[in-house]
């Protein structure tokens, strides 16, 4: 079945610092999402991004179909965020998560 | 603005009892999805629906039901809870095009089953 992969499992950065997230997958998707998750809280969406680049403020997402793999970076971290980092991908109409990218921002 | 709406966003069950867990969305989305959330195990698929009338068995549906009686409603019913069920539940809707939008998630239900 569909298997997500994202690296690192976790990353320590000082404030101002750049991230780099990976997230790997097995089979051809019709759709994939980046979601942000504070401790304890719910899934926000930051990006969907099938294909291509796409930004939004701090946060650019790469996915290059293809070679099935996507990348989130975030420039000039901040504290703020700090949390779990989740891709997800629709295939078969089901979606599939990665396990996550714990972030940890120091002031 | 389009929404997932989950109720009750805390419930406390005893073992053996049933809970129901709703979920309502505005996206008019086909695709509803019913996850547990727990640590060192990640979100886990329980049940699924591609519209309304059907239901789909995910990664670990033993002990769940589902019911999507319309476009709007999924549910997720414990028939008989049991601690091992005690988990944040979210629910979410996508339509799983091509070139679709985004998924939507409610924000979470905290099941505690004493």
């Known amino acids: 079945g569909q298997q997500v992969q994202q690296s690192p499992a976790s990353l320590v950065l000082q404030e101002g610092e750049n991230a780099e997230l990976q997230c790997n997958f097995s089979s051809t998707a019709t759709q994939l999402q980046w979601f942000y998750q504070s401790p304890g809280g719910s899934l926000v969406s930051l990006l969907s991004n099938p294909s291509g680049t796409k930004h939004t403020g701090r946060l650019t997402s790469t996915t290059v179909t293809k070679e099935r793999r996507s990348s989130l970076h975030i420039s000039s971290s901040q504290t703020t965020d700090s949390g779990t980092y989740l891709c997800?991908?629709?295939?078969?109409?089901?979606?599939?998560f990665g396990d996550g990218t714990q972030l940890v921002v120091k002031p | 603005e389009a929404a997932v709406t989950q109720s009750p966003r805390n419930k406390v069950a005893v073992t053996g009892g049933k809970v129901t867990l709703s979920c309502n969305q505005t996206?008019?989305?086909?695709?509803m999805y019913w996850y547990r959330q727990d640590t060192g195990h990640g979100l886990r698929l329980i049940h699924y629906?591609?519209?309304?009338?059907?239901?789909e068995k995910g990664d670990i549906p033993d002990g769940y039901k589902a019911s999507r009686p319309s476009q709007e409603n999924f549910s997720l019913i414990l028939e008989l809870a049991t601690p091992s069920q005690t988990s944040v539940y979210f629910c979410?809707?996508?339509?799983?095009?091509?070139?679709?939008?985004?998924?939507?998630f409610g924000e979470g239900s905290k099941l505690t089953v004493l």
């Open positions: 979410a809707s996508g339509d799983g095009g091509a070139n679709t939008g985004q998924l939507y």
């Open positions: 997800a991908i629709v295939s078969n109409n089901r979606i599939f």
């Open positions: 996206n008019n989305h086909n695709n």
């Open positions: 629906s591609y519209g309304a009338g059907s239901t």
